[in-house]
C-alpha cells in the first residue's frame, strides 16, 4: 500500500477518486456492528417483544436501504450499483447483539463502506426502536470484517 491519500489531490483537496480505468470485478465486503444493554432489552428485541413492533424485521430494512443510499451521505463514495445486501442479526451473549452486513457488487470501486453504513444503521435503528427500554444501550464495534476483489485483494480482520 503507497500510504498516499486517494481521496486528495495533488493540492492535498478533497477529491472523488477516478475509477475510469480500474478493472470491473467481483466485489464483496463485510462490516458488523454490536449494541448491547441490558439483558431484558437484548431479549425483548431478539424475541419480538417491543411494543414497536419487530425490531429484527426493520433494522434489516433500515441496514439494506441505509447501503442502497451511502453515497449520499459520505460525501466522496461513488453511486454504487449494488447486486447483494444482506443483514443478519444474531444475539451475542445475553447483553449484546450482533449485526453483520454483507454488499456485493461487480464493479470498478468497492463496497466497504456500504456494507460499514448499513451495519451501523441497522444496530441504530436497533437502539431506536428499543430506546424507551434502555436508553444506555451502547452501538460499538463497527469496522471491515472482510473483503474481496480489487486492485488491493483480500483482507480478513484477524478475530
Given amino acids: 500500500m503507497s500510504g498516499r491519500l486517494t481521496h486528495l489531490n495533488d493540492k492535498g483537496e478533497a477529491h472523488i477518486v477516478d475509477i475510469g480505468d480500474k478493472s470491473v470485478t467481483r466485489r464483496r465486503a463485510v462490516a458488523q456492528a454490536r449494541i ?94 428499543a430506546k424507551a427500554m434502555d436508553r444506555a444501550m451502547v452501538v460499538s464495534d463497527i469496522c471491515l470484517v472482510e473483503k474481496s476483489g480489487g486492485k488491493s485483494g483480500d483482507f480478513r480482520r484477524d478475530a
Fill in 36 to 129: 448491547s444493554g441490558e439483558a431484558a432489552t437484548i431479549a425483548a428485541i431478539l424475541g419480538g417483544a417491543l411494543k414497536k413492533g419487530d425490531a429484527l424485521a426493520v433494522a434489516r430494512v433500515a441496514g439494506i436501504m441505509a447501503a442502497k443510499k451511502t453515497s449520499e451521505f459520505i460525501p466522496l463514495c461513488h453511486t454504487i450499483a449494488l447486486t447483494k445486501v444482506s443483514v443478519d442479526i444474531v444475539g451475542d451473549g445475553e447483553t449484546a447483539i450482533l449485526v453483520l452486513a454483507a454488499a456485493e457488487t461487480t464493479g470498478q470501486t468497492g463496497v466497504e463502506m456500504e456494507a460499514l453504513v448499513a451495519a451501523s444503521t441497522a444496530a441504530l435503528t436497533l437502539y431506536d426502536m
